[in-house]
């Protein structure tokens, strides 16, 4: 059968830590713990207190930053993980699941949250570089998020143990275009990689530096192998619908909703125009009365974020 | 041919799409649910893993809450896992967020601790034997009361409990490629719509 290869082979590098019949930290319960965020919407918070907010409007899971990438990108500093102190502050007020990010390629920092106990790692291009490759993830018990644009970019990492992708988008903008562009450019991709020969398919896996198993996988069931949301530039529940029309599985927010007038009224407006993507009716009551963040032209900025990494 | 058994899945958030798959594997014809008249024509539901605390909040506003109460009273057989294991228990400790509580039994969330502790194990299960267990996040029945049924254990606490219509596990079938778990809930959905279509018949 087309479908049966099973990831676990595909990602034998992630063994997992046995104790008696107890295995725990295996790419199943990794890439697990992303299905059950499916359909949902993450909220970048920076305190406990906007992490509340985010938990009481129906957020999944909160990502826990020093500063949304609004106001990383207005400052223009070096940025890098969290305060551990505020880290946990915003793990005891939360009964969801608490990410953080870690800079691209710095494994100290994970090593700092993963001691941490937090739920998940998001390696982001929106914090500053340190370094031009990526954590080697399979040798964490705790499972990493990555930004993407494109095909290669997304099983480069889900190769390097990444068990949830996101796309790159334009973080900190309130711009949906960029992440618009690239679901469009992963969707497109794996419905070309359909069509080729195993030869063709083979010289694909070359190009985009990925084992040849990653790129079958991928085609046979014509979705990436792990979870994909949409990131970079969601401020309104009408992207966030677009986002999930377009077939991302889920939905990150970051400074679209504590930059809004309103921060509990947008939350909820987005997570409820998540999850019904597909009803306008329900999504135009969602949208009423909604200031959204300002925003920036992609062709203005200084900075993007979404070159980083490789 | 007997038509295909329609099954509702909770379809607000959380690994919707993995019952769907499990659904299609053992025949039974999958429905997403996410307003209140979805649920008209279904013989069972299924309330998929996720988030209690936003499937919750979504179930209540859109009033899914009470269509599902309605349609429990007349005898539809309904499945929880995990998240929504918690959201049929009577009581949530420590938390007073939205649910159904159509099962007499105590749980308590995260109890295994976070992600990090998450674990897969095999269990012993009544009336189908050997399974894998994959926990994630998972939540621990603490308590039972009026006849709940245990059909699995593990390290003493149950972790798959039936009482009349309601099936929950705090793990995830879906997620072991294990279909016997939802064959088991199929059975129930068909007893019901073997009652419902002698009641027509009356």
């Known amino acids: ?310 | 041919m007997i038509n295909m058994l329609k099954i509702g899945v909770l379809a607000f958030q959380g690994d919707v799409r993995e019952h769907i798959e499990m659904l299609k594997k053992i025949g039974a014809e999958p429905i997403k649910i996410k307003l209140a008249e979805h649920l008209n024509d279904v013989y069972g539901l299924i309330m998929p893993g996720g988030e209690s605390t936003t499937i919750g909040f979504l179930m209540k506003k859109y009033k899914v809450d009470k269509a599902i109460k309605e349609r429990h009273k007349q005898g539809m057989p309904i499945y929880g896992t995990c998240a929504g294991a918690i959201l049929l228990s009577k009581e949530i400790i420590g938390s007073n967020q939205p649910k159904l509580g159509l099962a007499d039994i105590s749980i308590k969330r995260n109890d295994y601790g976070r992600q990090i502790d998450s674990f897969e194990t095999e269990l012993d299960i009544k009336g189908i034997g050997k399974s894998k267990g994959v926990f994630i996040r998972a939540p621990v029945i603490k308590n039972i009361y009026n006849g709940v049924e245990i059909l699995s254990e593990y390290k003493n606490q149950p972790v798959m409990v039936r009482q009349n219509n309601i099936l929950i596990t705090t793990f995830h079938p879906e997620l072991a490629n294990e279909t016997r778990v939802h064959k088991y809930f199929l059975n129930m959905a068909q007893e019901y719509r073997q009652i419902r279509e002698m009641q027509k018949d009356l």
């Open chain 1, 1 to 310: 059968m087309a479908f049966s290869i099973n990831m676990d082979n595909v990602m034998s590098k992630t063994v997992g830590n046995a104790t008696g019949n107890e295995i725990t930290g295996t790419f199943r319960l990794k890439k697990g713990l992303a299905e059950m965020l499916k359909n949902g919407v993450i909220m970048d918070v920076v305190s406990a207190e906007q992490a509340k907010i985010a938990e009481n409007a129906g957020a999944v899971a909160v990502m826990a930053l020093e500063k949304v990438p609004a106001d990383i990108r207005k400052e223009g500093n070096v940025a890098r993980m969290a305060d551990p102190k505020k880290i946990k502050e915003i793990m005891k007020s939360v009964t969801i699941p608490v990410m953080a990010k870690v800079r691209i390629g710095h494994f100290a920092e994970a090593q700092i949250l993963e001691s941490l106990n937090v739920d998940y790692i998001d390696e982001s291009e929106v914090l500053t570089p340190a370094d031009n490759k990526h954590i080697d993830k399979h040798k964490f018990k705790i499972p990493f998020v990555c930004g993407a644009r494109d095909l290669g970019e997304a099983l480069r990492r889900i190769n390097e143990g990444a068990a949830m992708i996101r796309t790159k988008g334009e973080a900190g903008t309130g711009n949906i275009i960029e992440a618009v562009k690239h679901i469009n450019m992963i969707n497109e991709q794996i419905k070309r990689i359909k069509t080729l020969s195993k030869r063709e398919l083979e010289r694909e896996s070359l190009k985009m530096r990925v084992p040849y198993q990653l790129v079958e996988e991928t085609r046979n069931i014509q979705r990436l192998p792990v979870v994909n949301f949409a990131a970079g530039g969601v401020a309104t529940p009408a992207d966030a619908a677009l986002m999930m029309l377009l077939g991302a599985d889920g939905i990150f927010v970051g400074s679209g909703i504590f930059k809004s007038e309103n921060p509990a009224k947008t939350a909820k407006g987005i997570v409820e125009a998540t999850t019904h993507y597909d009803n306008p009716k329900i999504i135009a009551k969602a949208s009423e009365g909604l200031e959204a963040m300002k925003g920036l032209e992609i062709e203005k900025l200084e900075v993007k974020m979404q070159t980083r990494g490789f």
